[in-house]
């Protein structure tokens, strides 16, 4: 059974450039979480839908990051325009409602130059 | 502010003794927390949780201790592996406010054969 899958698991880009993160839940879950990791904060918060519904966008850092969720199988997180401040590990994650555990992607290495 | 903290960034132990991870939280209102093992270049992946109603939870090699009073819970991994290896991060969430997990910074867990 797949797992949630992410793409690209790297991404290289210049200052000022559009960058889009995709993101697959495990089929079945009607969670999903958008996380940022580095090293100074550990692993934040941006986002997360319940059934395709932004719920909390609390943790977005600025209007230069927006997420998505057209369906329950797909969603993007999309940063315009990119500065080098957000390179980070971009993790998205799912869960269904009756659990309490979130199962975590592979994440995308995102650099911003 | 960071409501869960690992204030020990890494750790080092020898194979087969024990791996104490500790993490402390502020907001007395987390009724559930779970720890995540997370390698390089993966994502996170759930290792063990406990509800606020208990204060132990083993499982295999792995018990989780929550002391509520104290607002403290510990990892204990016995006894530790050289696969073990990896990052541990303490989440924390109140499931009748929201699905938000709160991720302490992470402890890199080293363990010497």
């Known amino acids: 059974d797949a797992g949630v899958i992410q793409s690209p698991r790297h991404e290289v880009t210049e200052m000022g450039q559009e960058v889009t993160l995709r993101c697959k839940p495990i089929?079945?879950?009607?969670?999903l979480f958008w996380y940022r990791q580095t090293m100074m904060r550990g692993l934040e918060l941006l986002i997360y839908?319940?059934?395709?519904?932004?719920?909390?966008d609390s943790g977005m850092p600025e209007d230069r990051f927006s997420a998505k969720m057209p369906n329950a199988s797909f969603s993007t997180l999309k940063i315009q325009p990119s500065e080098p401040r957000d390179s980070a590990v971009y993790f998205c994650?799912?869960?269904?409602?009756?659990?309490?555990?979130?199962?975590f992607g592979p994440g995308t290495r995102l650099t911003v130059l | 502010d960071q409501q869960v903290k690992q204030n020990s960034p890494s750790l080092s132990v020898q194979e087969g003794r024990i791996s104490i991870l500790n993490c402390d939280y502020t907001?007395?209102?987390?009724?559930?927390f779970l720890w995540y093992k997370k390698y390089p270049a993966e994502g996170p992946t759930f290792l063990i949780s406990?509800?606020?109603?208990?204060d132990k939870n083993e499982d295999g090699r792995f018990t989780v201790f929550l002391n509520k009073s104290a607002k403290h819970l510990s990892l204990h991994i016995v006894p530790s592996q050289p696969g073990d290896s990896a990052v541990y991060f303490c989440?924390?969430?109140?499931?009748?406010?929201?699905?938000?997990?709160?991720f302490g910074t992470g402890t890199r867990l080293k363990v010497l054969a």
């Open positions: 994650a799912s869960k269904w409602s009756r659990g309490n555990t979130q199962y």
């Open positions: 089929s079945g879950h009607d969670y």
């Open positions: 839908f319940n059934n395709n519904v932004p719920i909390d």
């Open positions: 907001n007395s209102m987390f009724d559930y």
């Open positions: 406990i509800s606020s109603i208990k």
């Open positions: 989440a924390a969430y109140a499931p009748s406010g929201t699905y938000k997990y709160i």
